[in-house]
């Protein structure tokens, strides 16, 4: 068990070094800050603790910022996240380890998770599966993907959360991860950013 978390952890930190090179090497742009407030909270140690979220990770498609509608209608949208597409029944990991505050599948996000920790709130969007109800308490289930938790519960740090669906309103299979620092959104983006940094330093 411990080899196979060591192994987790070392593919997790050589998909941050090899996703985010790409996406440089692709030109993503950065806003011309030279470091962003919450990056000087996190200490260069607790960053590379980080996990990236989703495997096989194909392309940034939509990034967060001003956009137009994808799904028609003409004038412009924020996007408050970041997407990231991926195969269909990739699996979606906890960036961070935290607890369980909500669990839905019933808005435009399809089947999603929302993990608090600390001062930071993270959320998955558009993945299989749905929520289940048990004697009161509720859960994320996606059985063919061997995935169950509940709502309140402690999660690790790279922990399977779910896989990349079609749920909610979307154009094609990817993840839409959104976050806030102390209740303002975040680009996602810069936080990628920091997290590949500390690796550098690391």
């Not at 960053?47 to 989703?54: D, E, K, T």
């Not at 806030?180 to 997290?195: H, T, Y």
């Amino acid at each position: 068990m411990f080899l196979a978390w060591r192994w987790c952890r070392c593919w997790i930190r050589r998909g941050v070094f090899l996703v985010l090179g790409i996406a440089l090497i692709m030109g993503l742009r950065w806003p011309a800050l030279s470091k962003p407030a919450f990056a000087q909270v996190e200490s260069i140690a607790l960053w590379q603790q980080a996990s990236f979220p989703v495997e096989n990770f194909q392309a940034y498609t939509s990034a967060f910022g001003y956009r137009t509608s994808p799904t028609g209608g003409g004038g412009s949208q924020f996007h408050y996240g970041l997407d990231m597409a991926a195969p269909q029944g990739s699996y979606v990991r906890n960036w961070w380890s935290g607890k369980v505050i909500e669990v839905s599948d019933h808005t435009s996000c399809g089947t999603s998770a929302v993990i608090q920790s600390g001062q930071w709130e993270h959320r998955y969007c558009h993945m299989s599966g749905w929520v289940e109800v048990s004697n009161g308490r509720r859960y994320l289930v996606d059985p063919d993907g061997s995935i169950r938790y509940e709502q309140g519960q402690e999660l690790p740090t790279g922990e399977r959360l779910g896989r990349v669906g079609m749920t909610g309103r979307t154009t094609g299979p990817h993840l839409h991860w959104m976050l806030k620092f102390n209740g303002e959104w975040v680009d996602p983006g810069l936080v990628l950013r920091a997290m590949y940094e500390a690796q550098q330093a690391g």
